[in-house]
């Protein structure tokens, strides 16, 4: 068995930015995050040869849940943890089952372990730290990181590097990055992502706003032994109730820049000390934190060999910075930004020269998914909101959210995986923003030069590649790319055009990775489903493909809807005359209407219909309401009608079957569907 980079011997010799040969050794491939392979047995030419070369289920007795974690590949042995708590080491060559380890702690999503020092490491349910005998699976040690305001879920890959294990926290009141001790578990240091008194960064929190100021570490960080510093990412603030209280899109109690969540940071290795950081997103209020694993690569830059991190974005654009300062590449302009006085809303916000990945603005004709429903407010990047609902792009779920980027050394180009689904921020709709019932939600695959940031080839997928769908890059001239509806792509490297498809069965919300065993290439994924953005279909399939595998195909699950649906039963029309009662909530027990006017999200009773062909639907303002309502139809235009009175109705027959959503012009939150057959 060939054995080249493997992650017990990542240490402080070794590059940031080693390309792995017949390992898969760590979650992003090298320490620089870069997700691209040397290996190129399997290649653009020979890719139609390409089939399974073993499959097995890692969760059978379990109820199905989202699995969002990334294998690794060490001495031809993969490692891989799921959402139900268990962690893996299957061989690599004939997927047989090494050793399981699970011991009950709970669920908890995880993202994928490290390997280091002949041992495992993973995170678990109740803030748990564990290391892993290697071989056996046995535990060696188990750190609680007993910290006020950390989640119970850790939801975040760990990285091993030098004796040490890093691992961040997720959604909590104060987001903290950890360095423990490899051999001990002993905590070594910690950086939060809100100073405290007397810490660099306090000042730019009101009052004592940073105690619940969120800004979490949830993606892995990179590193660069050379520099001796770890890049890490902290994501949105939040304001005093949390994420839920309307915090992420509240900036309303926590005036300031609000340091150092939306940031990179980079911090010394061994100690945690800052030595740079740059904010992409001040004072945000849209929850565009832009925490992405940062990918690192060595780039020739007008003659001369710079060191740079890539950091973004959820905003759409990409912020390309020196990692040896901070200093960025190609020039970042603070520009002025629509105001909102009750928001406190920072006065400018950096725009990085070069190309967005997405658009950055919605638009009521737009031709893609950046198209806004009827009757909502309309804007761009950095648009204020308060308390009516504005559609903006990119939406909560990116531009590019967490899913990992590929930097190829052999094209030089950054891929980036995206998300066409826009948000309606309110600061009444609380969290995180408002996913429009019945808008159009899509993907977009992106090439880009890094030495000018600008966009080489650009690819429309039918979903949304922004949720933990990565992308593997290989000297076979590959690209590897997992879909929501449960197809692993493989494209070309060098246009994005497909060359293979197999369907694994289930969501993909992870990483390929390619290693070898005994001379022979593999390509292995983990196929699970996800929550977010789309409820796709769940599974526990663990897959490894080789060239001439033979193992057929799963069976296709029912693909996620491509338009934000709406959740419940349909009524059927003849049960309540046909007609539809506007700003009035569904009694799903007592199969009736409402008695009073509401302004949830579900304000239409009911809120989905059932009619055939040629029924004729009214639309009726009860008596009982107090103010003017609309049924406005999207996006085919059918019918705009209103505002009625209290009391005053209007129908529209339906001619053609099909999914038809219609909201309000008084609350455009309020959404219904009439499905005609």
């Known amino acids: 068995m060939a054995i080249a980079t493997t992650a017990s011997s990542i240490s402080a010799a070794v590059s940031c930015c080693e390309v792995p040969a017949d390992d898969f050794p760590k979650v992003g491939g090298n320490l620089g995050n870069q997700n691209y392979s040397s290996l190129s047995e399997i290649n653009s030419s020979n890719i139609s040869r390409l089939g399974a070369q073993w499959q097995i289920r890692l969760e059978p007795e379990s ?112 987001g903290v990055a950890v360095a423990l001790d490899a051999k001990t578990g002993a905590i070594v240091w910690k950086f939060y992502g809100t100073p405290g ?9 009101a009052g004592t706003s940073w105690q619940d100021g969120g800004a979490a570490p949830w993606m892995h960080p990179a590193i660069d032994p050379d520099l001796g510093l770890v890049y890490w990412t902290f ?15 509240n900036g309303a109690n926590r005036a300031g820049a609000n340091l150092f969540a939306n940031s990179i940071v980079a911090l010394e290795a061994k100690t945690g000390k800052r030595r740079w950081h740059f904010q992409s997103v001040h004072h945000d209020i849209w ?113 590019a959210d967490w899913s990992a980027q ?21 600061v009444p709709a609380g969290g995180v923003g408002f996913r429009p019932p019945g808008e159009m939600r899509s993907g977009r695959l992106v090439a880009k030069d890094p030495n000018s940031n600008t966009i080489v080839w650009a690819r429309d997928l039918k979903w949304s590649v922004a949720h933990g769908n990565g992308i593997l890059s290989t000297a076979g001239d590959l690209l590897f790319l997992g879909m929501p509806d449960g197809n692993l792509l493989g494209l070309s490297a060098a246009d994005g055009s497909e060359l293979w498809r197999f369907q694994t069965g289930a969501g993909v919300h992870t990483s390929p990775i390619t290693y070898r065993v005994d001379g022979v290439q593999y390509v292995a994924v983990f196929a699970g489903g996800n929550g977010l953005p789309y409820n796709s279909p769940r599974g526990d399939y663990l897959w490894a493909f080789r060239l001439d595998g033979k193992l057929p195909q799963a069976e296709a699950p029912e693909p996620p809807p491509v338009r934000q649906p709406i959740l419940g039963n349909a009524v059927a029309g003849e049960l309540v005359n046909n007609t539809v009662l506007l700003a009035r909530t569904w009694d799903s027990l007592g199969n009736a209407p409402g008695a009073e006017e509401s302004s949830l999200s579900s304000a239409m009773a009911p809120q989905i219909m059932r009619v055939p062909v040629g029924t004729t639907v009214v ?36 001619t053609s079957a099909g999914e038809f959503f219609f909201n309000d012009c008084t609350n455009p939150q309020a959404t219904g569907l009439i499905l005609v057959e």
């Open 619 to 654: 639309f009726r303002n009860p008596e009982g309401n107090k103010d003017p309502h609309c049924a406005s139809q999207f996006f085919e235009g059918l019918f705009d009608i209103g505002p009625l009175q209290p009391g005053e109705s209007q129908g529209y027959t339906f």
């Open 235 to 249: 994501g949105n603030p939040r304001s005093a109730g949390g994420n839920r209280a309307g915090g992420a899109v």
């Open 197 to 205: 008194p007397g810490e660099f960064g306090n000042d730019t929190w």
């Open 406 to 426: 590929s930097f190829s050394s052999k094209t030089g180009l950054l891929y980036i995986g995206a998300g066409l689904i826009n948000s309606a921020h309110s």
């Open 287 to 399: 929850d565009l934190d832009n925490v992405m694993a940062p990918v690192l690569a060595d780039l020739q830059v007008d003659g001369e060999q710079r060191r740079v991190v890539i950091y973004g974005s959820k905003t759409g654009l990409t912020y390309i910075l020196d990692r040896v300062d901070g200093k960025p590449l190609l020039g970042i302009e603070e520009r002025p930004v629509p105001q909102a006085a009750a928001q406190h809303t920072w006065p400018t916000q950096p725009y990085p020269v070069g190309d967005p990945i997405i658009p950055i603005c919605a638009d009521r004709d737009a031709s893609d998914a950046t198209r806004a429903p009827p009757n909502y407010g309309v804007g761009c990047l950095f648009t204020p909101h308060t308390d009516f609902p504005i559609v903006k792009s990119p939406g909560v779920g990116g531009a």
């Open 63 to 174: 109820p199905p849940l989202p699995q969002q974690s990334t294998a690794v590949a060490v001495d031809g042995v993969l490692f891989v943890e799921t959402t139900q708590g268990s962690v893996y080491a299957v061989e690599g060559a004939s997927g047989e089952i090494k050793w399981r380890y699970a011991p009950g702690y709970g669920t908890s999503l995880r993202r994928g372990v490290a390997v280091g020092q002949r041992m495992v490491f993973t995170n678990a349910f109740e803030r748990r730290v564990i290391a892993l005998d290697q071989e056996s699976g046995k535990p060696v040690w188990e750190t609680i990181l007993d910290e006020p305001g950390i989640s119970a879920q850790m939801k975040v890959a760990v990285v091993y590097f030098d004796g040490m294990v890093y691992v961040g926290t997720n959604d909590g009141a104060r």
